[in-house]
């Protein structure tokens, strides 16, 4: 069985030429200006900061991204998505490798472990930052919405593999499950604004419980019940 803990959980580190195992040189434009506009925001983003760091020119970056204004929305979308492919990637691998459902639970346990964990807080905010951007910004609505799409078809492959089993419910829909469960991770920052709440622990409880009713699975065992 393929295990879940394995899966990244740094901030774009190392150097521009390992993010999310592409060697793609827009993943790598990309990249910088993630990470120019997590310590300055949006207004930081120069042209010729963002070449200097990518080992780019600026015809590079017009061709691939038009102007700047594109080269932030696509920056953005990227700061939404980051880390979350790698993370579907590692569940659809370690659920197509299960033998029976009680295989599916553990995975599926583990994977939620992971996604309310405390160290992917870092990442459950910059989403949230990012969403509040799109509010105003059309341009960056459409990207998001075509990104999440996207992430939502492949989230949903895993999810159909295993309703066709008879692991889990098939009354549900596994892409827009997929978006649900994305908002329901992101949803934890209401807890985490002050950082780490003291009752953090009865959110992930409730949360939890929804997500294995919907799926019409165990609730993991340390999971204590909530009293009425």
């Known amino acids: ?16 030429h390992a993010v999310a195992d592409s060697q793609l040189l827009r993943d790598q434009i990309l990249h910088v200006v993630a ?33 700047r204004t594109g ?6 979308s990227y700061r939404f998505t980051f880390n979350q492919t790698d993370l579907i990637k590692s569940f659809a691998a370690a659920v197509y490798s299960a033998k029976n459902k009680s295989e599916f ?14 160290k992917r807080q870092d990442f459950r905010s910059m989403r949230l930052e990012v969403l509040g951007s799109a509010q105003s910004n059309k341009k960056l609505a ?8 996207i992430a939502n078809e492949f989230g949903a492959q895993p999810i159909r593999f295993a309703q066709a089993r008879g692991w889990i419910n098939d009354d549900f829909d596994p892409e827009i499950y997929i ?15 002050n950082g780490k709440h003291p009752k953090s622990n009865e959110w992930d409880k409730i949360a939890m419980r929804s997500i294995c009713v919907v799926l019409d699975i165990p609730e993991p065992k340390k999971v204590k019940r909530i009293k009425n």
């Open 71 to 76: 080269l932030i929305v696509a920056a953005q």
């Open 142 to 149: 459409v990207e998001i919405n075509n990104a999440q799409s």
């Open 105 to 118: 639970v553990k995975i599926a346990h583990q994977n939620l472990n992971l996604m309310f964990s405390l």
């Open 179 to 193: 978006a649900w469960l994305t908002g329901m991770v992101n949803a934890r920052v209401i807890i985490e604004l």
């Open 1 to 16: 069985m393929i295990s879940l803990t394995k899966v990244r959980v740094h901030k774009y580190g190392g150097s521009v």
């Open 35 to 67: 990470k120019i506009i997590d310590k300055g925001g949006e207004k930081a983003v120069r042209i010729r900061d963002v070449c200097v760091a990518s080992k780019t020119t600026p015809p590079t970056i017009y061709r691939i991204f038009g102007d």
